[in-house]
């Protein structure tokens, strides 16, 4: 909430604000509020700019912006990113008021001088640690050449601004900005079982979701995995034939139709690296049953996959991810217990007996 009451205050005032907090507070729905605050739809140029670290974020933040912005008349956005027709990108982008998108496609379009930024009032930088350690920085600077910083507000958004590169960024660019700290947020109850060594954890997993169907008609199931060796793996043992696999190595079009077929069945179980994390808070369908078959590698990135809202969390621990587990439970002030015997029992969907 203090994130949100103090940007949404600097936005009209038109300071570059640099705001910290982690993930899954919200803080896409923080800008999308600014941009539609700042945006004059009789100007059919592009007047807000942001761009994000993955195409599935960019999409998802563009959804948002035409939800929340749904009653304002002649409003238009668009979300430019890889592995889709830039004939398509160009000829929706004339017009066009609000642009999400990645920095490599997006620089694209400006240097084609598709994408003008001489109109613009807001640019937006998301997830910036993301952005930079993603080996974005000389694309960033290069869109910063068609920016000018006397008449655009700059709006950082991080879960950590202590990197180099964020450094160098901000000092160059957004001098005398506005500093916004958002306190890491404490998790609700969430779940684990000692499931004691890896490869105990199949077998877990095939008689949890068994326990979850009969529970629960109709919440939808994702599966967190590390890795995706280690998800192609799990998926060639055939625990379960209503498990579809998200991951980086599938093209554009083949990640969309995995999603629709997720949102659009109550059966299917969606099995996923950290891909969609980022735009979880920004799925349509939001799941109600969250199981980490393996712990984030690090404890930031645990916010990302279980969001916000109201959801069941059960993540598989072995023996040698205790201190991880501790470790998330220190960083987040939460407690995880081990999943009760009688879980099931308590959290049975009348609609299913």
Same mark, same amino acid.
């Given at each position: 909430?203090?994130?949100?009451?103090?940007?949404?205050?600097?936005?009209?005032?038109?300071?570059?604000?640099?705001?910290?907090?982690?993930?899954?507070?919200? /803080?896409?729905?923080?800008?999308? %509020?600014?941009?539609? +605050?700042?945006?004059?739809?009789?100007? $059919? &140029?592009?007047? @807000?700019?942001?761009?994000?670290?993955?195409?599935?974020?960019?999409?998802?933040?563009?959804?948002?912006?035409?939800?929340?912005?749904?009653?304002?008349?002649?409003?238009?956005?668009?979300?430019?990113?890889?592995?889709?027709?830039?004939?398509?990108?160009?000829?929706?982008?004339?017009?066009?008021?609000?642009?999400?998108?990645?920095?490599?496609?997006?620089?694209?379009?400006?240097?084609?001088?598709?994408?003008?930024?001489?109109?613009?009032?807001?640019?937006?930088?998301?997830?910036?640690?993301?952005?930079?350690?993603?080996?974005?920085?000389?694309?960033?600077?290069?869109?910063?050449?068609?920016?000018?910083?006397?008449?655009?507000?700059?709006?950082?958004?991080?879960?950590?601004?202590?990197?180099?590169?964020?450094?160098?960024?901000?000092? /160059?660019?957004?001098?005398?900005? %506005?500093?916004?700290? +958002?306190?890491?947020?404490?998790?609700? $109850? &969430?779940?684990? @079982?000692?499931?004691?060594?890896?490869?105990?954890?199949?077998?877990?997993?095939?008689?949890?979701?068994?326990?979850?169907?009969?529970?629960?008609?109709?919440?939808?199931?994702?599966?967190?995995?590390?890795?995706?060796?280690?998800?192609?793996?799990?998926?060639?043992?055939?625990?379960?034939?209503?498990?579809?696999?998200?991951?980086?190595?599938?093209?554009?079009?083949?990640?969309?139709?995995?999603?629709?077929?997720?949102?659009?069945?109550?059966?299917?179980?969606?099995?996923?690296?950290?891909?969609?994390?980022?735009?979880?808070?920004?799925?349509?369908?939001?799941?109600?049953?969250?199981?980490?078959?393996?712990?984030?590698?690090?404890?930031?990135?645990?916010?990302?996959?279980?969001?916000?809202?109201?959801?069941?969390?059960?993540?598989?621990?072995?023996?040698?991810?205790?201190?991880?587990?501790?470790?998330?439970?220190?960083?987040?002030?939460?407690?995880?217990?081990?999943?009760?015997?009688?879980?099931?029992?308590?959290?049975?969907?009348?609609?299913?007996?």
């Amino acid at each position: 909430m203090f994130i949100y009451l103090h940007s949404n205050n600097l936005n009209k005032l038109g300071k570059n604000i640099i705001a910290k907090g982690q993930s899954g507070i919200g /803080k896409s729905s923080i800008f999308v %509020i600014g941009a539609l +605050q700042v945006v004059d739809t009789a100007n $059919k &140029q592009c007047q @807000v700019f942001a761009v994000m670290p993955t195409r599935e974020l960019a999409m998802s933040t563009n959804c948002m912006i035409k939800q929340m912005g749904q009653y304002i008349d002649n409003l238009s956005t668009h979300a430019v990113v890889a592995c889709t027709s830039i004939r398509n990108d160009i000829e929706k982008i004339t017009g066009t008021q609000i642009i999400t998108g990645i920095p490599g496609r997006a620089l694209d379009l400006i240097t084609r001088g598709v994408l003008k930024l001489t109109h613009l009032k807001l640019f937006v930088i998301d997830d910036a640690e993301l952005i930079f350690s993603r080996g974005f920085k000389e694309q960033i600077n290069d869109i910063m050449k068609y920016i000018s910083i006397d008449n655009t507000q700059i709006a950082l958004f991080s879960d950590t601004i202590s990197s180099k590169d964020i450094k160098e960024f901000t000092s /160059k660019y957004m001098q005398n900005a %506005i500093y916004i700290h +958002q306190q890491r947020e404490e998790l609700k $109850k &969430q779940y684990f @079982v000692h499931c004691q060594r890896e490869e105990y954890k199949l077998q877990t997993l095939r008689e949890l979701l068994r326990k979850i169907r009969k529970a629960s008609d109709n919440g939808k199931i994702m599966i967190f995995v590390n890795t995706r060796r280690k998800l192609k793996w799990v998926m060639d043992q055939n625990i379960d034939g209503n498990i579809i696999a998200m991951h980086g190595d599938l093209t554009s079009i083949e990640r969309e139709i995995t999603m629709k077929k997720w949102r659009s069945d109550k059966n299917i179980v969606l099995m996923t690296t950290d891909i969609v994390s980022r735009g979880i808070v920004a799925i349509k369908d939001l799941p109600k049953w969250i199981v980490g078959y393996d712990l984030p590698p690090n404890r930031e990135n645990y916010i990302c996959r279980v969001g916000k809202g109201d959801k069941n969390v059960i993540n598989f621990v072995c023996e040698d991810q205790l201190t991880l587990l501790r470790d998330i439970e220190t960083f987040y002030n939460a407690k995880m217990e081990e999943l009760p015997i009688d879980f099931f029992d308590l959290v049975v969907d009348p609609k299913s007996q």
